[in-house]
């Protein structure tokens, strides 16, 4: 029963499902000429670099701005990064609850996740563009910003098993080396910025690029995005080559015996 639940998961092109029907190629041209993997790609990038910036660019701007002592700054840091986990968990599994039961497609799951991790934070990161030293409203406001990240998990980082089950890794793959490099662009853009230069103002310009990724991942995600299995799963093998495939992998005993009567065969 088990097996069956994990097979079946895969989609109906699985090399998996079909027993030792060979996996098709990856299709490459059909890859990256498909708009939900485009939708799933820049959301990616974007968002990461939200998230590069928050993990490792938040402990200097509360340092820097909010003079928070190194002591005071490590527990505060660490503490919204603990309810995006129980956040994470709880809309997972709110939204699953919601596709099991028919309430929403996957699509809108996947959507709405990523709309959270995205908006939240965003609305969050203008507002501590116009707060000053706020400190108890700026922490309150980083810690609802980065507990939304979370949706991420069970939103555009689920994404890629949904179009393309044969496919995932490879996708996974391709989206989170390019999304990766936020974290080596984003230290030394928020180098440049604040060298000699530590005041809300400079943080201001940070913190005005990271809402326009936001919302450049909102639109493409929104417009582009899909929860439904997608048609090159099957790979770029013709449809002919599949179903001998699978034929392949059934069982040919289905023939009936034939039928003797008086010794003489019917």
């Known amino acids: 029963e088990e097996r069956e639940l994990i097979t079946s998961s895969l989609g109906s092109g699985s090399s998996s499902a079909h027993g030792n029907a060979p996996k098709p190629p990856v299709p490459w041209r059909k890859v990256f000429t498909s ?149 080596i662009i984003v230290p030394i853009f928020v180098g440049q910025i604040t060298h000699g230069n530590q005041t809300i103002g400079a943080w201001r310009v940070i913190f005005f690029v990271t809402i326009a990724l936001y919302i450049v991942e909102i639109i493409a995600y929104l417009f582009l995005a899909s929860g439904e299995e997608q048609p090159w799963n099957k790979g770029d093998k013709p449809a002919s080559s599949i179903e001998a495939a699978e034929a392949e992998a059934t069982p040919l005993n289905t023939k009936e015996p034939k039928q003797s009567y008086n010794g003489q065969e019917q």
């Open 35 to 183: 708009a939900p993997f485009y939708g799933i790609l820049i959301a990616h990038v974007c968002n990461n670099w939200g998230w590069y910036m928050l993990l490792i660019e938040l402990p200097f701007y509360m340092k820097q701005v909010l003079q928070f002592n190194i002591k005071e700054n490590a527990v505060v840091t660490a503490i919204p990064f603990l309810t995006m986990w129980f956040f994470s968990m709880a809309l997972s599994k709110t939204l699953d609850a919601l596709r099991t039961r028919g309430k929403i497609t996957t699509t809108i799951a996947r959507k709405t996740a990523t709309f959270i991790a995205s908006a939240v934070p965003m609305g969050c990161l203008l507002a501590l563009c116009y707060i000053g030293c706020q400190r108890g409203l700026a922490v309150t406001l980083m810690t609802v910003g980065i507990t939304a990240i979370g949706g991420m998990f069970c939103g555009l980082l689920s994404n890629h098993i949904d179009i393309a089950p044969n496919y995932a890794g490879t996708l996974m793959a391709i989206t989170n080396t390019a999304a990766t490099l936020s974290g």
